[in-house]
């Protein structure tokens, strides 16, 4: 493992990690999901021209491929996304049904720029899946209403046009670009004075995750046995969502498509740390294998595997909490 | 004779060392200057700085904090729904986070979901608790926006006026200053009205200084200014719906509010058209495209849930301060009071006891506020009393987490209003009781003025 060489000092492992972080997790995962959102926007397209239940059964397929890809990035929480609400304009919830059933009543305009400036609740991934699955997930193409294919067409090209393609230039277009931040952590950068402050920042973003995961998403619907709280409740996609997060979170620790990730940090001066930590990220994955109903089902009747869930991910929670975090703190020193 | 030696030496002793004892007591160097909120710090310098709940606290606790949270963060939908319905019908945003940015400050933009200004109006005369009389149709906030369907109070239009401050040393600073429009009101306006402008500020702390004993802050007041400074500081008396009485006001950009369960529900009230069982009253009540609207409805918001958003608040952790042996912060912290900065942003505090959360009790900590109404001058006046604060008058704004807010809010913006693009306009604007440290600061040296604005970063 290139991690334990001798010949490579900690500064420049740290700078290495650093840039594959942008370059292989962030950049990688931003590209995809631009690609993702023009798949669907071109599903839509198709949709609303041809009108037909395999043009909806694509529809909902691409859907859920962006939402992959849209859910594993949350692994990495932190820059644009959250400061230019990115978040918010594409992921919220709950959708707002009284407003969206008197909007599609109304003849309001349902152009991309009117969607714009409807309430986040009325915007992004959770309204285009109500359009394709309906409640209860039973709609096909013939229920779709003209209003309808305007609101979808105009809720992904939103999405796309006013979100994900701004993110992805916001972090990697222009000269001033945020990965420039990164990437100068503790050389220059405005955002991050020094890299434990960049590294302290992914390490909370990853901690974040993995307990809104285990203890607010999947929880809350558990404690309270109310399957109408869970994340994509029309497309059953819920459990895909929580999982994708914490894939997310393990791509950034592991590094992605041959980089280096945050692993090689901890391996090169604390091999046990490392390895407590890859086996919990992967006892958290694999953990979701066991709950094998839909998550709006298994909060009743596989409640013991979603509690297991649910321990390994508080576990992880605090192992990234604790021990890598100080582990950050005792060991970057700029 | 000897006997009479030894007890002459002990008695000598015993002066000397109780003499020794008490030149040491509260040095100031045993403490760390990092712990801004005492054992309500975190360390954390990230975007998430002023997320945190604070340390030790039970499994039951963490608990209903973690609830707050959730409610914090959730956006209300029209009503009815099941799930945070209750909203407007006419409301300024979604849900506290939309406004509070990462628990950060707000933008000073109005009518959108990432908007984090609200206009407060009243005619003149007061309301017979004494503070601000509603206007007819509006009541005391302008809702900027409606469901579906319906028509917001009104717009407002926000224009800026550029203009130049040159200190003496020549180097210029651009300012704006704001001037609010209301544009298509729903209906005409019976009376003249007043306007004032309020950004959601940071929530930093809020736990602890609910925890300063009023006689805390009592003693701050220097009326009629004997020492001469210039400043002398007063506290806003308020009712307080939550109890039925007049009490102090702590909370507030005008110190206009005494408990900071009131401050949430009436946030949920007014600025979401949520009610509560302390805000009974929908924001639409009276309002003739909303016949259905009273003043005691059915709460929207669970009790549970607006005491656990209101545990919440008070629970939030304070970041620790960063760079604390630079010697350009600490130079810039000695500036700080050499031109009584420190006067009215008080350093150091002490909370009082505090039974169910041991971390706010007996505190030192470093809020940089004395949580006082102060005359702030012409160029920031509202010209809008409430209660007992002037048209002039601002609460002291406490500064921890000033320099966590860029990264926080995503941009930064200061003041009441917003009108601030950094912490240099922020004190260029300061006026009134605050002039002669204003007028201290522009005569400083570029690099000492750097300094103290290096040392604010810090906090």
Same mark, same amino acid.
């Given at each position: 493992?290139?991690?334990?060489?001798? =010949?490579?000092?900690?500064?420049?492992?740290?700078?290495?990690?650093?840039?594959?972080?942008?370059?292989?997790?962030?950049?990688?995962?931003?590209?995809?999901?631009?690609?993702?959102?023009?798949?669907?926007?071109?599903?839509?397209?198709?949709?609303?021209?041809?009108?037909?239940? #395999?043009?909806?059964?694509?529809?909902?397929?691409?859907?859920?491929?962006?939402?992959?890809?849209?859910?594993?990035?949350?692994?990495?929480?932190? /820059?644009?996304?959250?400061?230019?609400?990115?978040?918010?304009?594409?992921?919220?919830?709950? =959708?707002?049904?009284?407003?969206?059933?008197?909007?599609?009543?109304?003849?309001?305009?349902?152009?991309?720029?009117?969607?714009?400036?409807?309430?986040?609740?009325?915007?992004?991934?959770?309204?285009?899946?109500?359009?394709?699955?309906?409640?209860?997930?039973?709609?096909?193409?013939?229920?779709?209403?003209?209003?309808?294919?305007?609101?979808?067409?105009?809720?992904?090209?939103?999405?796309?046009?006013?979100?994900?393609?701004?993110?992805?230039?916001?972090?990697?277009?222009?000269?001033?670009?945020?990965?420039?931040?990164?990437?100068?952590?503790?050389?220059?950068?405005?955002?991050?004075?020094?890299?434990? #402050?960049?590294?302290?920042?992914?390490?909370?973003?990853?901690?974040?995750?993995?307990?809104?995961?285990?203890?607010?998403?999947?929880?809350?619907?558990?404690?309270?046995?109310?399957?109408?709280?869970?994340?994509?409740?029309?497309?059953?996609?819920?459990?895909?969502?929580?999982?994708?997060?914490?894939?997310?979170?393990?791509?950034?620790?592991?590094?992605?498509?041959?980089?280096?990730?945050?692993?090689?940090?901890?391996?090169?001066?604390?091999?046990?740390?490392?390895?407590?930590?890859?086996?919990?990220?992967?006892?958290?994955?694999?953990?979701?294998?066991?709950?094998?109903?839909?998550?709006?089902?298994?909060?009743?009747?596989?409640?013991?595997?979603?509690?297991?869930?649910?321990?390994?991910? #508080?576990?992880?929670?605090?192992?990234?909490? /604790?021990?890598?975090?100080?582990?950050?703190?005792?060991?970057?020193?700029? | 004779?000897?006997?009479?030696?030894?007890?002459?030496?002990?008695?000598?002793?015993?002066?000397?060392?109780?003499?020794?004892?008490?030149?040491?007591?509260?040095?100031?160097?045993?403490?760390?200057?990092?712990?801004?909120?005492?054992?309500?710090?975190?360390?954390?310098?990230?975007?998430?700085?002023?997320? !945190?709940?604070?340390?030790?606290?039970?499994?039951?606790?963490?608990?209903?904090?973690?609830?707050?949270?959730?409610?914090?963060?959730?956006?209300?939908?029209?009503?009815?729904?099941?799930?945070?319905?209750?909203?407007?019908?006419?409301?300024?945003?979604?849900?506290?986070?939309?406004?509070?940015?990462?628990?950060?400050?707000?933008?000073?933009?109005?009518?959108?979901?990432?908007?984090?200004?609200?206009?407060?109006?009243?005619?003149?005369?007061?309301?017979? !608790?004494?503070?601000?009389?509603?206007?007819?149709?509006?009541?005391?906030?302008?809702?900027?926006?409606?469901?579906?369907?319906?028509? @917001?109070?009104?717009?407002?239009?926000?224009?800026?006026?550029?203009?130049?401050?040159?200190?003496?040393?020549?180097?210029?600073?651009?300012?704006?200053?704001?001037?609010?429009?209301?544009?298509?009101?729903?209906?005409?306006?019976?009376?003249?009205?007043?306007?004032?402008?309020?950004?959601?500020?940071?929530?930093?702390?809020?736990?602890?200084?609910?925890?300063?004993?009023?006689?805390?802050?009592?003693?701050?007041?220097?009326?009629?200014?004997?020492?001469?400074?210039?400043?002398?500081?007063?506290?806003?008396?308020?009712?307080?719906?939550?109890?039925?009485?007049?009490?102090?006001?702590?909370?507030?950009?005008?110190?206009?509010?005494?408990?900071?369960?009131?401050?949430?529900?009436?946030?949920?009230?007014?600025?979401?058209?949520?009610?509560?069982?302390?805000?009974?009253?929908?924001?639409?009540?009276?309002?003739?495209?909303?016949?259905?609207?009273?003043?005691?409805?059915?709460?929207?918001?669970?009790?549970?849930?607006?005491?656990?958003?209101?545990?919440?608040?008070?629970?939030?952790?304070?970041? @620790?301060?960063?760079?604390?042996?630079?010697?350009?912060?600490?130079?810039?912290?000695?500036?700080?009071?050499?031109?009584?900065?420190?006067?009215?942003?008080?350093?150091?505090?002490?909370?009082?006891?505090?039974?169910?959360?041991?971390?706010?009790?007996?505190?030192?900590?470093?809020?940089?506020?004395?949580?006082?109404? !102060?005359?702030?001058?012409?160029?920031?006046?509202?010209?809008?009393?409430?209660?007992?604060?002037?048209?002039?008058?601002?609460?002291?704004?406490?500064?921890?987490?000033?320099?966590?807010?860029?990264?926080?809010?995503?941009?930064?913006?200061?003041?009441?209003?917003?009108?601030?693009?950094?912490?240099?306009?922020?004190?260029?604007?300061?006026?009134?009781?605050?002039?002669?440290?204003?007028?201290?600061?522009?005569?400083?040296?570029?690099?000492?003025?750097?300094?103290?604005?290096?040392?604010?970063?810090?906090?």
């Amino acid at each position: 493992m290139e991690t334990g060489s001798n =010949t490579q000092t900690y500064d420049s492992l740290e700078a290495d990690v650093i840039q594959d972080f942008t370059n292989n997790v962030v950049f990688f995962r931003y590209f995809t999901l631009l690609t993702a959102g023009s798949t669907l926007q071109n599903s839509v397209t198709n949709l609303t021209t041809t009108t037909s239940d #395999a043009n909806l059964a694509q529809a909902k397929l691409d859907w859920k491929n962006m939402r992959s890809d849209w859910e594993q990035s949350e692994g990495f929480l932190l /820059g644009p996304v959250e400061s230019n609400d990115y978040d918010p304009n594409t992921d919220t919830w709950p =959708t707002d049904y009284v407003q969206m059933d008197s909007l599609l009543a109304s003849s309001n305009p349902l152009t991309t720029d009117d969607v714009k400036n409807l309430p986040q609740s009325l915007r992004g991934y959770h309204p285009l899946e109500y359009m394709f699955w309906g409640k209860g997930g039973s709609k096909t193409a013939a229920n779709i209403t003209a209003r309808q294919k305007q609101y979808m067409g105009s809720l992904i090209s939103d999405i796309q046009v006013n979100n994900v393609q701004p993110l992805y230039n916001d972090w990697f277009l222009g000269t001033d670009n945020y990965s420039q931040q990164v990437l100068t952590a503790g050389k220059g950068s405005t955002e991050f004075s020094t890299r434990q #402050a960049l590294f302290l920042n992914i390490i909370s973003a990853m901690s974040d995750i993995c307990d809104e995961v285990g203890a607010s998403k999947m929880f809350e619907p558990f404690v309270t046995r109310d399957s109408t709280i869970t994340e994509s409740p029309y497309s059953g996609n819920t459990l895909i969502d929580f999982k994708s997060n914490i894939l997310g979170l393990q791509q950034v620790y592991m590094g992605l498509n041959g980089g280096k990730g945050i692993r090689n940090l901890v391996a090169a001066k604390n091999l046990d740390l490392d390895q407590k930590i890859q086996a919990q990220i992967n006892a958290a994955v694999n953990s979701f294998a066991q709950i094998t109903n839909r998550y709006e089902e298994a909060i009743f009747n596989q409640r013991t595997q979603v509690q297991n869930t649910m321990d390994q991910l #508080a576990t992880l929670h605090n192992l990234l909490d /604790g021990d890598l975090t100080n582990f950050i703190k005792e060991n970057i020193k700029d | 004779m000897k006997k009479l030696y030894i007890i002459l030496v002990t008695g000598l002793l015993v002066i000397l060392m109780s003499r020794c004892h008490k030149s040491e007591l509260a040095p100031e160097a045993t403490y760390d200057d990092r712990l801004s909120g005492g054992k309500a710090t975190v360390f954390d310098e990230s975007s998430h700085a002023l997320t !945190h709940s604070i340390d030790g606290m039970g499994a039951r606790d963490e608990r209903v904090h973690e609830l707050g949270d959730q409610t914090f963060e959730a956006k209300f939908v029209a009503p009815p729904a099941i799930v945070f319905g209750g909203l407007g019908s006419i409301f300024n945003n979604v849900s506290c986070i939309n406004c509070h940015r990462n628990d950060g400050g707000g933008f000073p933009s109005t009518g959108s979901a990432t908007s984090g200004l609200l206009m407060r109006i009243s005619q003149s005369g007061t309301d017979p !608790h004494g503070g601000p009389l509603a206007v007819d149709g509006y009541g005391t906030q302008i809702q900027d926006q409606a469901v579906l369907g319906y028509s @917001a109070e009104a717009g407002v239009q926000i224009n800026y006026t550029e203009s130049p401050f040159t200190y003496p040393d020549g180097t210029s600073v651009s300012l704006r200053k704001p001037t609010y429009t209301l544009q298509n009101p729903y209906i005409p306006f019976s009376v003249p009205y007043m306007l004032s402008p309020r950004l959601a500020p940071p929530l930093i702390g809020i736990g602890l200084l609910d925890d300063i004993p009023e006689s805390t802050i009592q003693s701050f007041v220097d009326a009629g200014d004997q020492n001469g400074d210039g400043i002398s500081g007063k506290v806003n008396m308020v009712y307080d719906p939550s109890s039925g009485e007049t009490k102090i006001g702590r909370f507030g950009l005008k110190a206009n509010t005494n408990s900071l369960l009131t401050q949430v529900a009436t946030a949920y009230q007014q600025d979401m058209g949520v009610t509560s069982y302390i805000q009974t009253a929908e924001s639409s009540f009276g309002q003739s495209q909303f016949p259905w609207a009273t003043n005691t409805d059915k709460p929207e918001l669970a009790d549970s849930l607006l005491n656990f958003v209101t545990f919440y608040v008070r629970t939030l952790a304070v970041p @620790a301060r960063r760079m604390v042996n630079d010697p350009d912060v600490q130079a810039g912290s000695v500036i700080f009071n050499q031109i009584n900065c420190a006067g009215c942003h008080r350093p150091t505090i002490m909370t009082g006891p505090d039974f169910n959360l041991p971390q706010l009790s007996g505190q030192r900590i470093h809020p940089y506020t004395d949580l006082l109404l !102060h005359d702030m001058g012409e160029g920031l006046a509202d010209n809008r009393p409430d209660y007992l604060a002037t048209g002039t008058e601002w609460k002291t704004k406490a500064l921890w987490g000033l320099g966590l807010l860029q990264k926080t809010t995503g941009v930064a913006y200061y003041l009441h209003d917003g009108r601030a693009r950094s912490i240099e306009e922020a004190i260029l604007w300061h006026d009134g009781e605050a002039a002669k440290s204003k007028q201290a600061f522009t005569s400083l040296t570029q690099t000492e003025r750097n300094q103290l604005i290096k040392f604010l970063n810090s906090l």
